[in-house]
Nanobody, 123 residues
């Protein structure tokens, strides 16, 4: 079992930066690929970014590529998402998730989820 707790969401203006983080507890953190997903009102949950178990590889959705950076610290059991040049369309609840095996971009293949943190970007 893995428990995930997100933090760092908030209200920012377009063009600002924000960093959201996720603290994990439970089973060995480095056994899991970690991902960030987001869900806007009335929309399906969508993939944002993921990072391999060792941190050696990262993956991004096209809308955030070049603006967002995912990182992890296996010694501290944390994963973070640095979001720069934020846009109003980035407004959503952001979830971190842990995956032992599966397709990185597919939410259904993640085993554990946090409760989410709200990110709101105003114009």
């Amino acid at each position: 079992q893995v428990q995930l707790v997100e933090s760092g969401g908030g209200l920012v203006q377009a063009g600002d930066s924000l960093r959201v983080s996720c603290a994990a507890s439970g089973r060995t953190f480095s056994s899991y690929t970690m991902g960030w997903f987001r869900q806007a009102p009335g929309k399906e949950r969508e993939f944002v970014a993921a990072i391999a178990k060792s941190g050696g590889s990262t993956y991004y959705a096209d809308p955030v590529k070049g603006r967002f950076t995912i990182s992890r610290d296996n010694a501290k059991n944390t994963v973070s998402l640095q979001m720069n040049s934020l846009k109003p369309e980035d407004t959503a609840v952001y979830y971190c998730a842990a995956q032992e095996f599966g397709t990185i971009r597919y939410a259904g293949h993640y085993d554990y989820w946090g409760q989410g943190t709200q990110v709101t970007v105003s114009t």
